[in-house]
Structure formats: C-alpha cells, structure tokens
C-alpha cells in the first residue's frame, strides 16, 4: 500500500514540474498567459477533457506521497541508514511540504468543481506570508532564518543531483541502458534547475527579511521571472524551464524505477 501510494506522489510530481516547465517556456520567449507555478499548471489541467477529476487524482497522489513520507517518519526508511534520526526528521519535514502541496492542489480542485476558482498565485501567497511572519515578535529572524534555510535546501538539491546520489534509491540492475540514461539526463539537469528555482526563492525571502519589505519575497513565477533579468536574459530561464521539464520525466523514472 505503501508503495503504491509513493509511486502515485512521485507520478503526480512530474505532472506538476512538467506542466510548470512548459509554461516557464512559453514565458522565456515571450508567450503564455498562465503563472509559472503550480496554480498556473492546475489552472492548465483543469481545462482539459476531465480536468477535475484530474486534478482530484493529482491531489490524491500527492496526499499518498506525504503519507509515504509520514511512514518513513515512523518506521524508517529503505537502505542502511533509513532508521537513522537524520533520515526520519527528513521524511517528516518532507511529509509536511507534500501535505501542504497536497492540501493547496485539492483546494484548487474543490474550487475548480464549484466556483471555477482554485486560489491565488504563489507570489501572492509568497507575499502574505512573509508579511505575517515579518509581524511577529522576532518575525524579522523567523524570516531570516527561513530563507536561508532554503537557499541551502536548494544548494543541496543542486549538489545531490550532481553527484547522481539518487542512483542509490533506484533499482539501475533493473534498469534499461537506454532508461539509465534518461535517467542520469534528467536527474542531474532537473535536479540543478530544481535547485536553482529553490535558491534563488530563498534569496529573495532572505532579502525581503533583511529589508523588512514582504513586497520583495517571491514565488516560483515570480522567481522564474527573475532570471531573465540577468546577463543571460531569457535564454537562462529557457534553461531551468527544460530543467523543470526534466525533472518532471525524472520524477516519473522514480514512480516507476525507485527502491521503496
């Protein structure tokens, strides 16, 4: 049961990293209307040939990958050192993102079903919150400390997928030469984008903390936004918008490939 329900996160996943690649495209040369985020990639789900039920199925399969990650918690997980408290505190700080992804996505599929609304952008969201926290008691550290946090979970990211540590969680024995490389392609280069993405986002938190301004935190389209106003102007974000697309093929490698 357990492994079913992964199997259906990480399917999931790579629906929303794909769809979330594709309009981060479409922005890079200048096209597309949606936010490149996960609303935007709902809001182009939800139009489809039975787009609700779709998007009720991905909030399932989300709700089973925090629930994966909820038993890792508790009972460890697969390899040597999967009953370490590192690996557990881990799995439980990863339940806690996918139940909030879940929640949010089966909240846009409720609101798709009845009013044809599902929630605000992840900018809007990014700016709330991080006006909350910046008014609370010590709000200016909370926020600072949150940013910095993600800045290296995204440097991590980069780092892991460079290092093709993901290897140890698939099943390569089983694996086509062909599969393997795919594999490879898209961890390393969906794991940087994703990387990327994460710690720039963290950044910009951490700068919206220092300047106490929640107008300068951002979400994930703003982010995406951002990079085409470096040197590489939109071509960088073409990059991490294939990046992103990889990633999305990557996390269907693991629904099918990875070691539970």
Do not use: N
């Not at 794909?18 to 209307?33: K, T």
């Not at 809001?43 to 909820?70: I, K, N, Q």
């Not at 062909?178 to 898209?186: E, F, K, Q, S, W």
């Amino acid at each position: 049961m357990a492994d079913g329900a992964a199997r259906a996160g990480f399917t999931a996943r790579g629906v929303i990293y794909l769809l979330v690649g594709m309009l981060a495209l479409q922005l890079a040369f200048g096209g597309g209307e949606r936010q490149a985020d996960q609303s935007g990639a709902l809001a182009e789900v939800s139009e489809r040939p039975f787009g609700t039920v779709l998007l009720w199925a991905l909030g399932v399969g989300l709700v089973g990958m925090a629930l994966w990650r909820l038993s890792e918690a508790f009972f460890g997980a697969a390899g040597p050192d999967g009953r370490s408290w590192k690996k557990r505190l881990s799995s439980a700080a990863r339940c806690l993102f996918y139940g909030f992804v879940a929640h949010s996505v089966l909240t846009f599929a409720a609101g798709a079903r009845g009013s044809g609304s599902g929630g605000g952008s992840s900018d809007g969201r990014s700016r709330d919150v991080t006006a909350r926290v910046l008014d609370l008691p010590g709000g200016q550290w909370v926020m600072g400390v949150a940013g910095v946090a993600v800045v290296c979970a995204g440097v991590w990211m980069g780092f892991a997928a460079a290092g093709r540590r993901y290897r140890k969680h698939l099943m390569v024995g089983q694996m086509s030469r062909r599969v393997r490389g795919l594999a490879d392609t898209a961890g390393v280069a969906g794991g940087a984008a994703r990387g990327l993405v994460f710690a720039a986002a963290g950044a910009f938190a951490l700068r919206a903390a220092v300047d106490y301004q929640p107008d300068k935190a951002k979400g994930v389209d703003d982010t995406l936004r951002s990079f085409t106003e470096t040197p590489m102007g939109p071509w960088l974000l073409a990059c991490v918008a294939v990046g992103l697309v990889l990633f999305g093929v990557f996390s269907f490698v693991m629904a099918r490939w990875r070691r539970l």
